[in-house]
């Protein structure tokens, strides 16, 4: 209309809401969805025609639906957003339906145990203590996620996995590769192959000599191919690794913005835990919410999706939902009374490195702070560059000092 702000709050229907106006807030328009068109269709940005789910309840609705699909790969790359689906990769059971994500669930259940997670625990510990005295040495300011937030999940899987450090470079190259929204096709492809291929020849390697680690525990089971284990391998280290290193980055910067809440955790240790899940629920890094394909015809309170359809379930707005939150759902509040968030997902494919996840972000949260009491950004946070071009919310990099 030529006079309205370009950072207009409102929604433009038939989209996709972009463009954040707080740096740890989703777009303005989830809220006018919510209120007015909580289930809303739009062409994507890729042109592939679905809806949004903007709403807490909705989105559980549709993540524990088995008539909605987690594989939205095509046969060919650039084909018609409704071309028919490939299948997914080996061993990748985040785009798995059915009894054959279940299959490979309950693997990883199985090594995913409580004794394992305990004993990973004083491991997590040493890793963090470590990068907090490399970084003690240094003089500030310091890039955080290089110097503390990228390499504690990095080095963490790698204990997980049985992966040694020396490799853990090229690991952090290739997952971000695979993660950039701006790389181009072939980028991915090749970073992807270059994961498979690495953790194919470790797989061998824990065939002949097994150690107490989850890829030793899936050869030892004796379930899956080379392939499959090569797969599973390169998920945990996608999946695991720039999402607990965004939450411990953007975390850390948003405590510093928010100091009375960050004095009031300092000052009581007990609030480390409702203060991680907050920051989980506040932050929902997975941005962009999780896609679903529609398998058949679905009614959705009054909506008739059709199938071939996808539907994005919005973590980030389902999080502001005052009707879940119902205490100022856009405010930091550490002292917030639990309730069950989305950050993690829901149904089936819920996040299975989540007690791995909290572990992690405990430890690094509490001997950061406690390390540097006092720690402050090096730049205004305005300038702290964010990472709206990723899947995986977060900051590209984290100028801090003491
Ligand atoms: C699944 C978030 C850390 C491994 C998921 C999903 C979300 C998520 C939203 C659901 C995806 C979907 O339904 O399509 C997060 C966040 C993390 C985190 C925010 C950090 C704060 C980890 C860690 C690991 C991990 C540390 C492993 C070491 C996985 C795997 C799946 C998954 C394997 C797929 C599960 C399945 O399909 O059944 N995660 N995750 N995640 N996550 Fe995480």
């Given at each position: ?32 969805l919510r ?138 190259e290739n ?7 701006e790389a ?67 975390g ?18 007990a ?7 907050e ?17 058949e ?7 008739r999706?059709e ?70 950004l ?10 709206d ?8 990099e984290?100028?801090?000092?003491w």
């Amino acid at each position: 209309t030529g006079n309205q702000p370009t950072t207009s709050t409102r929604h433009t229907p038939g989209t996709q809401p972009m463009g954040r106006t707080c740096p740890f807030s989703p777009p303005e328009g989830y809220r006018t969805l919510r209120e007015e068109d909580p289930i809303t269709p739009v062409t994507f940005p890729d042109g592939a025609k679905g809806w949004v789910v903007s709403r807490y309840a909705d989105v559980r609705t549709v993540l524990a639906d088995p008539r909605f699909g987690a594989n939205r790969r095509r046969v060919r790359p650039g084909d018609a957003p409704d071309a028919p689906l490939a299948p997914p990769p080996p061993g990748m059971f985040i785009m798995m339906d059915g009894p054959e994500h279940t299959r490979f669930r309950r693997l990883l259940t199985g090594q995913f145990t409580v004794r394992r997670m305990q004993k990973l625990a004083p491991a997590v510990e040493q890793i963090v203590a470590d990068q907090l005295e490399a970084m003690a040495g240094a003089e500030g300011p310091v890039d955080l996620l290089q110097a503390f937030a990228l390499p504690i999940p990095s080095l963490v899987i790698c204990e997980l996995l049985g992966v040694p450090y020396e490799d853990r470079a090229e690991f952090q190259e290739n997952s971000s590769m695979v993660l950039r929204l701006e790389a181009s096709r072939d980028e991915v492809m090749q970073a992807q192959s270059a994961m498979n291929e690495y953790i194919h020849q470790l797989a061998v390697a824990k065939r002949a000599h097994p150690t107490d680690d989850i890829l030793s525990g899936l050869v030892q089971s004796e379930q899956l191919t080379d392939e499959e284990l090569a797969g599973v391998g390169s998920l945990l280290l996608l999946a695991g690794h720039e999402t607990t290193a965004n939450m411990i980055a953007l975390g850390t910067m948003c405590l510093l913005e928010n100091p009375e809440q960050l004095a009031a955790l300092r000052s009581d240790p007990a609030l480390m835990d409702g203060a991680v899940e907050e920051l989980l629920r506040y932050l929902t890094i997975i941005q962009y919410g999780l896609r679903r394909v529609a398998l058949e015809d679905v009614e959705l309170d009054g909506h008739r999706i059709e199938a071939g359809a996808t539907v994005l379930a919005s973590l980030s707005s389902g999080n502001r939902d005052a009707t879940q939150f119902p205490d100022s759902p856009d405010a930091l509040d550490i002292h917030r009374p639990y309730r069950t968030h989305l950050a993690f997902g829901h149904g089936v494919h819920q996040c299975i490195g989540q007690q791995l996840a909290r572990v992690e972000m405990k430890a690094a949260l509490s001997a950061l702070f406690d390390r540097f009491p006092t720690l402050r950004l090096a730049v205004p946070a305005d300038q702290v560059p964010m990472r709206d071009d990723m899947l995986i919310y977060g900051v590209h990099e984290l100028p801090v000092t003491w």
